[in-house]
């Protein structure tokens, strides 16, 4: 096929390897970094930092994949049946590595689950089954991606209350995760307090995609949890406490 990738940024140079890989002709496009691919595609990938959670213009194709985190809302201007979300879960100084052994491939779609597994099957070749898969609605891949990257903002929010709650005593707060780690039910990932000189959850992603949490669950009952928990990140980035 002929694929599109649009963003030649880290998502958008790993995913054009992949689809190489997979034998299909591929084109970059990102006019900021002087890629242009010119005439319509048979698939468009884009690969575009979405910081409002919204589509940005794509590349006309037949079909659209998806891979930057965005809102459930903004798949409202493509195609029913024609649209499709591929999530990645790459951290930048990983992310070739990461991109290239996944632990999940979530693949979000209208089409039946036979019709998309098709599909994602043509277009990512032997890739589609190097790990686990799981298919689903375009709205519930969003809710995996954000979903994911929040739960990782909590766990740093409770670590640092955790941090606040030993008087900021980092030998005392080093024991209490020794102990809570002796637990077979919990994991310890995201327990460091400081990160790059600040605490609380840094990074491109998390904080972004926590307040997308936040916009979708606006007027429910979790609601006030989702945005006091972004609220208090808000602060500890800045300095406060």
């Known amino acids: 096929m002929n694929v599109t990738v649009q963003g030649a940024g880290v ?16 084109s970059v496009h990102d006019p900021e970094q002087n890629f242009c691919a010119c005439g319509h595609a048979d698939v468009t990938v884009v690969c575009t930092p979405c910081l409002d959670g919204i589509l940005p213009w794509t590349v006309p194709a037949d079909v659209t994949v998806v891979r930057s985190t965005v809102l459930p809302d903004a798949f409202d201007v493509l195609p029913v049946g024609r649209r ?15 991109a290239l052994h996944p632990d999940k491939l979530i693949w979000g779609s209208d089409l039946d689950e036979t019709a998309a597994e098709q599909f994602a099957r043509l277009l990512l070749g032997a890739h589609y089954d190097v790990a686990p898969q799981v298919h689903m609605s375009v709205r519930a891949s969003c809710v995996v991606k954000i ?5 990782y903002t909590s766990r740093v929010m409770l670590f640092n209350a955790l941090y606040d709650a030993v008087g900021a005593d980092m030998d005392d707060y080093e024991s209490v995760c020794e102990g809570i780690g002796l637990d077979q039910r919990v994991h310890l990932s995201h327990h460091h307090i400081w990160q790059d000189g600040y605490r ?6 998390l904080p972004k995609d926590s307040r997308f949490l936040a916009e979708m669950t606006y007027g429910c009952s979790t609601g006030d949890f989702v945005e006091s928990m972004c ?8 300095g406060g406490m």
Do not use: Q
């Open 11 to 26: 998502v958008g140079s790993v995913t054009a390897e992949i689809l190489r890989s997979a034998g299909h002709e591929v």
């Open 84 to 98: 499709h979300h591929w999530p990645e879960f790459l951290t930048e100084r990983t992310a070739r590595y990461d």
């Open 231 to 238: 609220e208090s990140n808000d602060r500890l980035r800045r």
């Open 200 to 205: 609380g959850a840094g990074g491109k992603c």
């Open 147 to 151: 979903g994911i990257n929040s739960l």
